[in-house]
């Protein structure tokens, strides 16, 4: 669920392919993983460091709401540091501390930098004349549980807030796990509400006095409240003893105060992923 924000990653292609070809390495699991969830990585083994490092290729909407499609290369990967059920994380744009407790509880709290929107996002000049909106370093809390002590099943809540023009978005989701392996690899569905502050609904889907003016679209202001619901499914393989991959596909789609924006151009988005990542060190 760490994904999961103003974008939310539908064709299932990746995750079929990937099972059918991929097979996992029966001995590359040294140590319990943290928690046996494809969405939850833990490199380290059972203790220790752990180096992951790669490339992921994403083909998603150029924006939230966009009608437009990009495809985009970017690094992949984590640091991790694991002492007992204590994990510390560097994820792309994440940087925290999950531990396991009570061996069904999944907490995880940090800071992640969150992309503003620009004019420039839109290549058909969709957004000419808006004002820039600021990235942001935001904090979040998150919270699973898991029914069992394999978790194949859990539900879990997110909160994620910055300053006062940022404002704050509420997750809840609830997910499922196939298939028997605890080492975190295999695949996972998981479906998702989102809840968001009215700064934060806006930042991404209103309109100011001031953008009406410079792009002549109508002035938007929207209320907070129920924001979106999705759907997400994550694969995770090893493809050789030191080469993971993890695919991802979903589809997010918005209320219906959000579908009217002049920005958003479509009142769902969609995202599909796929990362191949080197594992140092097994």
Not at 15 to 37: F, K, N
Not at 178 to 184: A, C, I, M, S, Y
Not at 216 to 242: E, F, K, W
């Amino acid at each position: 669920m760490n994904r999961i924000s103003g974008r939310c990653v539908g064709t299932l292609a990746v995750m079929v392919s990937l099972s059918v070809a991929g097979h996992t390495i029966a001995d590359d699991s040294t140590g319990e993983a943290l928690v046996p969830l494809p969405s939850v990585l833990d490199f380290t083994q059972g203790g220790g460091f752990g180096i992951a490092l790669g490339g992921s290729v994403e083909y998603e909407g150029a924006y939230d709401g966009s009608d437009e499609t990009e495809l985009e290369v970017t690094p992949a990967g984590g640091v991790h540091y694991r002492q007992g059920n204590h994990l510390f994380f560097w994820e792309g744009y994440e940087l925290g501390w999950r531990g396991r407790l009570a061996d069904t509880w999944l907490v995880q709290a940090g800071v992640r930098d969150e992309e503003g929107l620009d004019p420039d996002d839109s290549e058909d000049g969709n957004l000419d004349g808006i004002e820039p909106r600021d990235s942001h370093v935001v904090g979040f809390l998150e919270v699973r549980r898991g029914f069992g002590d394999d978790w194949r099943n859990w539900v879990g809540a997110r909160v994620m807030g910055g300053a006062s023009d940022f404002g704050v978005l509420g997750v809840l989701a609830a997910g499922h796990r196939f298939g028997e392996q605890v080492d975190g690899t295999g695949t996972e569905i998981y479906g998702f509400l989102t809840f968001g502050t009215e700064d934060f609904i806006n930042k991404d889907f209103g309109l100011s006095e001031a953008d009406a003016l410079g792009s002549g679209l109508p002035r938007t202001t929207l209320d907070g409240g129920y924001r979106s619901a999705g759907i997400q499914i994550v694969h995770r393989r090893y493809l050789t003893r030191n080469l993971h991959a993890i695919a991802q596909a979903g589809a997010e789609l918005y209320s219906g105060d959000i579908g009217d924006s002049p920005i958003a151009r479509e009142d769902y988005e969609f995202e599909l992923s796929l990362a191949l990542v080197w594992h140092f060190g097994r």
